[in-house]
């Protein structure tokens, strides 16, 4: 058996401000949750829904996932940047150097994101959400292909990607060199048991090379696990 991803979560100061930005940029819809957070639902071929939960805690790092959106012109990837600025994200600089296309913004709460360029081969078959992009080895792209049952679409130089065998976006891990963890990721991925059995999604989780951790998550129905990178991840239990 494999894992579904159900979400992928953002901690949030404001919640449902930053699904407000999200919901314009993306054009999904808020649906309901019984989590503590605001989700947004896709109405395209994602698979997974956007979930911002309350958080304390101050933004001090890039992070280590991020979405990039895809263009079918210049002038469609205009109007998407254009569209993020008027909701409230900005351009920032990640390192990028001026003759790359893309363009690299924030979210009101910091959150980084790529608009990128038309024509670009690695994303063309996929949908506006062309991708998750996260920073990570070689050895998690082949853990997240056993837990997702997604096969590798990309495996080279230590870079590899996987994408679930319906389309939707693909999920990427860039290779080394890895930036060092420093406290917990802002963005995690939440799963859910595919045959509603968590206690065994657990375990199998753990023999593909996950850990059980504890975030302080305290009394909570569900279960907090690290990849082997050590990336925060949840197996929620079945509804």
């Not at 919901?23 to 649906?31: D, K, N, S, T």
């Not at 850990?211 to 279960?223: F, K, L, M, S």
Request: aromatic share 8%; hydrophobic share 35%; net charge negative.
């Amino acid at each position: 058996m494999t894992a579904q991803l159900v979400a992928l979560s953002v901690d949030a100061h404001d919640p449902e401000g930053l699904a407000r930005f999200w919901a314009g940029v993306l054009g999904w819809e808020q649906g309901d949750d019984p989590s503590e957070g605001t989700t947004l639902v896709p109405d395209d071929d994602t698979g997974f829904r956007l979930r911002f939960l309350p958080t304390t805690e101050p933004k001090t790092r890039q992070n280590q996932m991020h979405l990039d959106l895809t263009s079918s012109s210049l002038e469609d990837q205009q109007r998407t940047v254009a569209r993020a600025l008027e909701l409230g994200g900005r351009h920032i600089d990640v390192g990028q150097r001026p003759e790359e296309e893309h363009v690299v913004l924030a979210d009101p709460e910091g959150n980084e994101f790529c608009v990128i360029e038309p024509g670009n081969g690695f994303l063309a078959d996929c949908g506006f959400v062309g991708a998750v992009a996260g920073d990570g080895t070689q050895a998690v792209g082949y853990f997240w292909s056993e837990a997702l049952g997604w096969p590798l679409v990309w495996d080279q130089d230590e870079e590899t990607a996987v994408r679930s065998p319906h389309g939707g976006p693909k999920i990427t891990w860039g290779g080394p060199p890895v930036a060092p963890r420093t406290g917990r990721n802002r963005l995690h991925f939440d799963l859910a048991p595919a045959d509603g059995d968590l206690r065994s999604e657990v375990d199998r989780l753990v023999t593909l090379g996950a850990t059980r951790i504890d975030i302080g998550q305290g009394e909570v129905p569900w279960v907090v696990l690290a990849d082997p990178d050590g990336n925060e991840f949840c197996v929620l239990p079945p509804r």
